[in-house]
């Protein structure tokens, strides 16, 4: 066959290329190319034959080494797309495939499949017919297939078919063809005037989609999301059917981690469905109090829907980039982990080699057994670790995308109001109440929320404790397996033994008969493995499709209800409907979880019961081979005994207990592990009833801490705004915006907090088994040891192995301590949690502090605007009288226009004045004698409060107290409600004062820079000269505002005219004084403020310095004459305003402007006309002190000549200072 297979290809016009048909999709661990599996597929064409047919060869070679890999479940899926199968053992199961299956596949075999077919069309084609194959491993239990792998055939026919035309055949066609194109034409001319209609149809109806539908089904329908969300609970049957039993715990807590996230999503799309239900029942209450229309109540909704599903288009974009990064970086940690650990490892392997060098065999046997199990517990620690670390990395990630998406809910609903208010269609009024239910609404949402969140880790919780359950039943039934076959061995074992010592046969053929029992047994181990792995793969299918069936359904039902509910909130009207609606979402969410959970719970029982059915079934099959195994080597033993010798054999069947006789040594043990399995379900079952009424207590208590939590922030919160003395309406509102913010990431979501207690619990059981490690190491011991590790050559690898031993014993202890650090964890979570919550409200406290800061700003800004402004005014008059060019009547026509203005501003402020007044005057009577046309609900309102304070008449004392008991909260509440409405409206008129206040300086601030300009056009100052001007006079404005001043004060059409006529000599230099005089101006102004810290540093070294006189005589503190010039310039550095108090023509002079800066380490300097100034009222002054470097200061101490003095001037005491000091005591006496 192989020769006949080997000539057909080089015939045939086999070709390979990539098929477009679709190609099964299956999970492999590894590539199916290391099982070196060969698929061929080839066809023969028959000859002979009418029509002709064709015959198909597929073969699969497993081309492994004998004993090596097997294959099982071996699947053929054949395209017969274009043929006909004949003669074909495979079955058609879906439309162009027919399948063949094969139970097994040893290693060095293989097999052929051939079936004939005929083709379909007789015309030329090119037929693509690939064949897929998949299959399993046999050796190992994993969860996924392998494959697919491919083997593509390409047939090419050729067709002999003679063609006749028919020529009226065609002339038919010519004629169809042209009354269809006239009909089309008259068509297209009609459709061209329908064209725009349907346009306009079709933009509708995109917007009426966009609306209803919903950001978590945009890419797919509500059936495909619910095939999807049943889909995901088959990891359970997976986990229970397929996963290895040592990794069961394992896989059931990564399942946890994955379904805790699914949940979080779906709670996020239900949260987002709700946010748009109460959204739209917000708008759809705006129609009878406000004058927007529907069609601008459509088009704000229709604007909000389209800026929520751009966000959710930009957070997909942003998640799939995030996550992206977050998977490379992770696999790289992976990577550079595992290699160092590799590299570890082969230290730790080549330091017990080297130390193996002069051991024996049983100790490298025993040293390598020690070594390999602590790498394989430092591995597995190490790939769980890198697991829970990524995994919180990921939930972080998610975390963050949820609460950005939260927040820009918010900003997006703040921000499209007041657009809708700048444009026109919504009045502000309506805007502001609607932003106040909005806030009410949303903190009612948050509550809502919460305790379905709550619940749904109370299910989540359950479930996961249930299912830790049934995979410790199951665990427990692979044990019962192991210690059967384990106790079944020993027991042969020991009975071969006796047979040995009690008979006079040799041990050889005994031996013999021992090795074939238990390779026996052995084989009967194997075929309980193989039967359990195909029942439970057989089954696994018919578990699927059932848990499919049903979760779909449930789930469709409640989409269905979700979705009514959602309908149902289009007619609400007012704050209470929209509270009763959530409270009806609260309900239905609540119900749903429990129904769900409770439909999962059932079918996960199910399925263990199912799966424990089988097992034990398979059990018992399994002792039935095993109670046979002792008498067949009973028979055996009796061929090799002599006559006489059988009583021995008999007297060594008893010593297996009176319970095996009956049964065998199999059955009393599967027995026994019954009854320990039994015990052991009760213990369990005693524990998950325990662990279900403490969860049920945690969710309670999850519960009262949220409540409570809100109820601290919202009293934080009203504190922080009645604490203040004025905030407006629209301020308060930014505020209560950000305050929702701070609650909209209140929530304690499911995933987060789950995965970082995991990670905080790897990292601190790492750290304190690193701890412990170097412990040991520490304690080993040394002195001696060293010299008898030195004596013998065994001693460093016994130490060796006992360090192994102790890393062995370290992680076995693990669990025990696992739960105390656990504890320890959750503190410091708590611990976390309390700084996050109090970082949000110095977050909120800044954000009120910022909004008075810009208030004060503003105000500040204005104030030094107008004192600059008449500082201003005062040099323009002064340089127009100084070049006496001044014209009184106009000038005196600009203040009398002036003064009126300010007037005309004065009154206006106290107009208004007097009307907030009369309104706040007048806010009482109206407060007590409400208008008739009150809205409904103040009517309500009113009554309730009458009801609420009203007293029974004919009713004892004890009925009334009790009573009052009753509605002393209410009472309360209503107070506190009333105060705060009160305060908020103090706050809102002394906001409104100073609003007032601030209107009325900037009203004079305009007058000012008005008359300011009249001054400049006369004075006919240049625009570099009065912006140089304004730098001095407000040197914290920026230079954009300083522009947009001198705008003002020279208007651009009076520039060209300016610069034509521009003062020339005289008027130009005065022109050019201003700023002169005003840093002339400025600097006298600050330069008797000198800075404290320089006089206080000036004291302690007068007292540093009468100390040291007085602890030494003069002469030894007195330092060389080279080093007075050295003392002198490290003085200058140290401090620049140390000579403050003397004269100013000591000071350094520069050469050219003046500029003083305010720090005190800063140098200062005088301009020349100033200097001058000062130096006539001053009197004579030292040639020597007067000629300084410019830019540079010079420090000279000295003691003044005695005939420096003039004889007539009264000789005044000279108080003690640093500088007097200096010249005493430093200063060189011979300088000239």
């Known amino acids: 066959m192989s020769n006949i297979l080997h000539q057909r290809i080089r015939r045939s016009t086999l070709t390979r290329y990539n098929p477009s048909l679709p190609v099964p999709q299956t999970q492999s661990v590894a590539p199916p190319s290391v099982f070196g599996v060969k698929f061929r597929k080839c066809a023969q064409v028959k000859l002979g034959t009418d029509p002709p047919q064709l015959m198909f060869f597929l073969l699969i070679h497993n081309m492994g080494p004998l004993g090596g890999t097997n294959l099982s479940q071996v699947a053929i899926r054949d395209s017969i797309s274009g043929i006909v199968p004949l003669k074909s053992d495979g079955r058609v199961v879906e439309r162009g495939f027919q399948t063949f299956a094969i139970d097994s596949l040893s290693a060095g075999s293989h097999v052929v499949v051939n079936y004939t077919a005929l083709i379909r069309n007789h015309k030329s084609e090119v037929l693509a017919l690939p064949a897929f194959l998949t299959f399993s491993n046999a050796s190992q239990n994993d969860v996924s297939m392998f494959g697919p792998l491919t083997a593509n055939l390409t047939l090419r026919v050729n ?73 995901f609970e088959d990891k359970m049957v997976d986990t229970m059917v397929l996963e290895d039993p040592q990794n069961m715990y394992q896989a059931l807590e990564n399942l946890e981690m994955s379904t805790l996230l699914h949940a979080t999503n779906s709670l996020e799309a239900t949260r987002v469905q709700i946010y748009r239900d109460v959204m739209a029942s917000l708008l759809g209450g705006l129609r009878p109090r406000g004058p927007a229309g529907a069609q601008a109540q459509q088009r704000l909704l229709s604007v909000l829907h389209g800026q929520m599903l751009g966000m959710e288009g930009r957070l997909k974009e942003e998640r799939g980039a995030r996550m992206a990064a977050l998977a490379g970086r992770c696999n790289q940690e992976t990577r550079e982990e595992m290699e160092a650990e590799h590299r570890r490892e082969a230290a730790e392997k080549a330091q017990a080699e080297l130390l193996c060098q002069h051991a024996d065999q049983q100790e490298l046997l025993h040293c390598s057994v020690l070594l390999e199990k602590l790498h394989k517990l430092t591995q597995s620690q190490l790939q769980r670790f890198l697991l829970v670390r990524h995994e919180e990395a990921s939930g972080k990630v998610q975390r963050q995308i949820i609460e950005w998406r939260r927040v820009e809910l918010h900003k997006i609903f703040s921000e499209e109001l007041e657009e809708a208010t700048r444009m026109g269609e919504l009045e502000k009024s309506a805007a502001k109440s609607l932003q106040h239910d909005y806030f009410a609404c949303q903190d009612q949402l948050e509550e809502v929320l919460d305790v379905v969140l709550a619940n749904q880790r109370f299910v989540l919780a359950e479930r996961h404790a249930q299912r830790k359950f049934l995979v410790h039943s199951l665990h427990s039934l692979n044990s019962l397996i192991s210690d059967s076959f384990s106790s079944t061995s020993s027991n042969l074992n020991s009975w071969f033994s006796h047979i040995r010592r009690g ?14 029992a238990q390779k026996e047994l052995v084989m009967v181990r194997q075929r309980l493995e193989e039967a359990l792995s195909q029942e439970r793969r057989a089954m696994r299918c018919e578990l699927i499709k059932k848990r499919r069936e049903l979760i779909s359904d449930l789930l469709r039902v409640h989409k269905q209800r979700q979705k009514d509910l959602s309908v149902l909130s289009k007619g609400l009207e007012g704050r209470t409907d929209v509270a009763r609606h959530l409270h009806c979402w609260q309900n239905l969410l609540t119900a749903h979880s429990l129904e769900l959970a409770e439909l999962i719970n059932n079918l996960d029982e199910e399925a263990a019961a199912d799966i424990r059915k089988v097992t034990m079934r398979v059990i018992q099959g399994a002792v039935t081979e095993i109670k046979a195994i002792q008498p067949s080597a009973t028979q055996a033993l009796l061929t090799l005994l002599p006559p006489g010798a059988q009583r021995v054999l008999q007297q060594g069947e008893p010593e297996a207990g009176p319970a095996q006789a009956p049964q065998g040594p199999g059955a009393s043990t599967l027995l026994q592990g019954q009854e320990r399995l039994h015990q052991e379900g009760k213990a369990a079952l005693h524990t998950l009833s325990c662990s279900r009424a403490a969860l049920r207590e945690a969710m309670e208590r999850e519960l009262q801490e949220q409540r409570e939590l809100r109820a601290h922030c919202r009293a934080f919160f009203s504190c922080l705004c009645s604490s203040q003395l004025t905030l407006s309406e629209d301020d308060g509102l930014r505020m209560k915006l950000e305050f929702q913010k701070c609650l909209s990431v209140m929530d304690l979501c499911l995933v987060l907090p789950h995965a970082v207690s995991r990670t905080k619990l790897h990292t601190a059981l790492a750290a304190r088994r690193k701890e412990s490690e170097q412990q040991m190491i520490n304690m080993q011991p040394k002195g001696k040891s060293s010299e008898a590790r030195q004596r013998t050559d065994t001693s460093d690898l016994l130490l060796f192995q006992r360090r192994l031993e102790d890393g062995i014993q370290l992680f076995e202890e693990e669990k025990e301590t696992e739960s105390g650090v656990m504890n320890k964890v959750m503190e410091e979570m708590r611990r976390e949690r309390e700084e996050d919550l109090r970082c949000q409200g110095d977050s909120l406290a800044m954000q009120m502090a910022t909004i008075h800061y810009q208030k004060a700003e503003r105000r500040t800004k204005v104030l030094e605007t107008s004192r600059a402004m008449l500082a201003l005014h005062s040099l323009l008059i002064q340089q127009l009288r100084d070049r006496k060019s001044l014209q009184r009547q106009e000038l005196a026509q600009s203040i009398q226009n002036h003064c009126l203005g300010l007037e005309e501003a004065e009154q206006q402020l106290q107009q208004e004045r007097a009307e907030l007044d009369g309104l706040q005057t007048s806010r009482p009577r109206v407060e007590s004698n409400p208008p008739q046309g009150e809205d409904c609900e103040e009517v309500e309102e009113g009554s309730e409060e009458e009801r609420l304070f009203q007293l029974q008449q004919d009713c004892r004392m004890t009925s009334i107290l009790q009573e009052a008991l009753y509605k002393s909260d209410q009472v309360m509440a209503l107070l506190a409600e009333r105060l705060q409405e009160r305060t908020g409206s103090n706050q809102a008129t002394e906001d409104l004062k100073g609003q007032m206040e601030l209107r009325r300086l900037y009203a004079n601030c305009d007058q000012d820079l008005e008359f300011a300009s009249g001054l400049v056009k006369q004075s006919q100052v240049s625009a570099e000269v009065l912006l140089e001007a304004l730098r ?59 800075p404290r810290c320089t006089v206080e540093r000036e004291r302690l070294r007068e007292k540093r310095q009468s100390l040291m006189e007085k602890l030494l005589p003069r002469s030894r503190i007195a330092p060389p004459r080279e080093a007075a010039p050295l003392l002198a310039e490290e003085k200058d550095k140290e401090d620049g305003f140390s000579e403050a108090p003397r004269p100013v023509h000591e000071a350094a002079v520069t050469g050219d402007a003046v500029t003083q800066q305010p720090s005190d380490t800063k140098e200062r300097a005088v301009n020349p006309s100033g200097h001058e100034r000062l130096r006539s009222t001053e009197g004579s002054v030292p040639p020597s002190s007067s000629v300084p470097a410019a830019g540079q200061r010079l420090f000279v101490f000295r003691h003044p000549p005695e005939s420096c003095g003039s004889a007539d001037a009264p000789k005044r005491q000279r108080k003690r200072n640093f500088l007097n000091l200096k010249k005493g005591s430093v200063a060189p006496t011979n300088l000239p």
């Open 1032 to 1090: 001095l006079l407000l040197p914290t404005l920026p230079e954009s505002e300083l522009l947009s001043i001198t705008d003002a004060l020279c208007p651009k059409q009076l520039l060209s005219s300016s610069a034509e006529h521009e003062p020339s000599g005289c008027a130009g230099e005065l022109n050019r004084l201003l700023p002169v005089k005003l840093r002339e101006d400025v600097l006298l102004k600050n330069m008797p403020n000198m």
């Open 159 to 231: 067709s002999t078919d003679r063609l006749h035309p028919n020529h009226g055949v065609h002339f038919a066609g010519f004629v169809a063809g042209f009354f269809v194109t006239l009909v089309l034409l008259s068509l297209g001319f009609l459709a061209m005037n329908l064209i725009g209609l349907r346009t306009r149809l079709n933009l509708l109806q995109q917007r009426r989609n966009r609306r209803d539908s919903d950001p978590e089904y945009a890419d797919c329908t509500m059936s495909e999301t619910v095939k999807d969300e049943a889909a």
């Open 503 to 516: 008979s006079s046969v040799p041990s050889e053929p005994i031996d013999q008969l021992q090795e074939k």
